[in-house]
C-alpha cells in the first residue's frame, strides 16, 4: 500500500478510515479516488457498526481536491474548464460523485471527525457524513468558488439540507471559512463532542 492512501483500521465493532497525505493536506488524487472505491468495496463486504473518517497529521481533515499539475485528474480538469470542454470535465465529475455517492450510501452511520481544515471537497465530504465532530481549531470552507467552482461532490444540497438554503448560499457563494464555535450554532456539526480527534 502507498505511503499516500487511505488507510482502513479496525477497531472492534468500528471502522477507522484515515485520509493519508498531510503534505497536501489530505487532498485527493487519481490514487486517492481509487483507494476510496477500494475501501469502500472492503467495507461494504465486511460492514462494520459505524466508520469515523479522518484526516492524518493536525492540520488538515482534507482540503479536497489536489489542482496540481502532478495530478493527472486535476490537469485534465482545468484544461477542459480553459477550453470550454464539457464533456471530459462532465465525466470527471460525475465518476467523483459516484465513488462519494457509493462512500455514504454505506448503511451504517458515518462520522466525520475533522481535525483540521476542511476545505473544498474535504468540507463536502463532511457535510455527507452523518454525523459531524470537530476540533476547536479546525475549520471548514466550500472553497470552490474561488476557483469559479460549484460544489460537484454532492455537498451543496447536503449543506441546505443541514442548516437550511440561506444560510447554505451564505458559505457556498461567499466562501467564508467557518470556525468550530459558528459551526456548532448553525447545526453543521454535533455539539456535545469536546474535539474531532479520533480517540
Known amino acids: 500500500m502507498s505511503k499516500e492512501d487511505i488507510h482502513l483500521e479496525r477497531r472492534g465493532a468500528v471502522a477507522v478510515l484515515t485520509l493519508d497525505r498531510p503534505r497536501r493536506q489530505n487532498t485527493f488524487n487519481d490514487r486517492m479516488f481509487e483507494s476510496l472505491e477500494r475501501v469502500t468495496r472492503e467495507l461494504k463486504a465486511h ?3 459505524a466508520i469515523v473518517i479522518t484526516g492524518a497529521g493536525d492540520k488538515a481533515f482534507c482540503a479536497g481536491f489536489d ?5 493527472p485528474l486535476s490537469s485534465g480538469l482545468i484544461d477542459a474548464v480553459d477550453k470550454k470542454h464539457q464533456g471530459p ?4 465529475i460525475l465518476y467523483i460523485r459516484k465513488l462519494v455517492d457509493g462512500f455514504v450510501a454505506l448503511p451504517v452511520p458515518i462520522i466525520a471527525a475533522i481535525n483540521g481544515l ?3 471537497g474535504g468540507a463536502e465530504l463532511s457535510v ?3 454525523l459531524r465532530v470537530m476540533e476547536p481549531a479546525a475549520v471548514i470552507c466550500f472553497s470552490e468558488v474561488r476557483l469559479g467552482l460549484m460544489p460537484d461532490w454532492g455537498g451543496g444540497a447536503a449543506l441546505a439540507h443541514l442548516i437550511g438554503p440561506s444560510r447554505a448560499a451564505d458559505m457556498l457563494l461567499t466562501a467564508r471559512r467557518v470556525q468550530a464555535g459558528e459551526a456548532i450554532n448553525l447545526g453543521l456539526v454535533n455539539p456535545d463532542q469536546p474535539a474531532g480527534r479520533v480517540p
Do not use: K, V
Not at 489542482?67 to 495530478?71: A, T
Not at 470535465?89 to 470527471?92: C, G, I, W
Open 47 to 49: 460492514l462494520p457498526r
Open 118 to 120: 476542511a476545505y473544498g
Open 67 to 71: 489542482i496540481q499539475p502532478d495530478n
Open 128 to 130: 455527507r457524513c452523518d
Open 89 to 92: 470535465a462532465r465525466e470527471l
